[in-house]
């Protein structure tokens, strides 16, 4: 059964650091892959998603990630950290075309310092 | 709002009672997603609809736990006998049509906490 993995279960950057959080997952077919972010006290949001095509893949907030199908990985990138985005991110990958149904990742908390 | 609604935010019952927990989707949303997400475990996918049917139901942890979705909208997860291990904060997500390339819009949550 596809699993997925992050490798950095929590993450304490100061402001204007850069940030990469890993993300592996198992099944090596056609996948969909996912960020979702959870700020304090809000639900989950859609960061950005790759589905076909440039394997480089920008989402809200300056964030982007790069799909590496040999390396079963899909790392979320932000070249500059701002206290702001201090919330936990979860990675999330779907095999399953007919149902869209996700497998998350355990989930990483990022704490940035002002 | 236009957004995912799940009630109630908190629960707190005794182990061994039933509870129910809401999920109304998005208006005009046909797939609706139940996941669980507790301590350790991370965000683990329970139930999906499309429609009121519900093609997979691989997730749901044991009979004790069932769910139904009525007239293409709300949708209920119910569950029976409940133990310590359930736990846990229940997210209902919606979109707008079956498919892994239509975005999921998740509520709120429900907190539930077993005594």
């Known amino acids: 059964a596809q699993s997925v993995s992050q490798h950095n279960h929590h993450v304490i950057l100061s402001e204007a650091a850069s940030l990469e959080l890993g993300c592996n997952y198992s099944y090596g077919g056609t996948v969909n892959l996912f960020w979702y972010v959870q700020y304090p006290g809000q639900h989950l949001q859609l960061l950005l998603k790759?589905?076909?095509?440039?394997?480089l893949v920008k989402g809200i907030k300056g964030f982007e990630a790069e799909f590496i199908k040999s390396k079963f990985s899909f790392n979320l990138r932000k070249p500059s950290v701002q206290w702001s985005d201090t919330a936990e991110y979860f990675c999330a990958v779907n095999d399953d075309r007919n149902t869209g149904k996700l497998i998350f990742g355990q989930g990483t908390t990022l704490q940035v310092k002002p | 709002g236009a957004g995912v609604s799940q009630s109630p935010s908190n629960k707190v019952t005794e182990k061994g009672k039933d509870v129910e927990l809401r999920c109304d989707p998005i208006?005009?949303?046909?797939?609706l997603y139940w996941y669980r997400q507790s301590l350790g475990q991370g965000l683990e996918f329970l139930i999906y609809?499309?429609?009121?049917?519900?093609?997979?139901k691989s997730g749901l942890p044991s009979d004790r736990f069932s769910a139904e979705r009525t007239g293409g909208s709300v949708s209920t997860l119910t569950i029976q006998r409940t133990q310590q291990e359930d736990s846990a904060v229940y997210l209902c997500?919606?979109?707008?049509?079956?498919?892994?390339?239509?975005?999921?819009?998740f509520g709120d949550g429900t907190r539930l906490s077993i005594l």
């Open positions: 609809f499309q429609g009121n049917s519900a093609p997979d």
């Open positions: 997500a919606s979109s707008s049509r079956q498919g892994s390339n239509q975005p999921q819009h």
């Open positions: 790759y589905f076909s095509g440039d394997p």
């Open positions: 208006s005009g949303h046909t797939a």
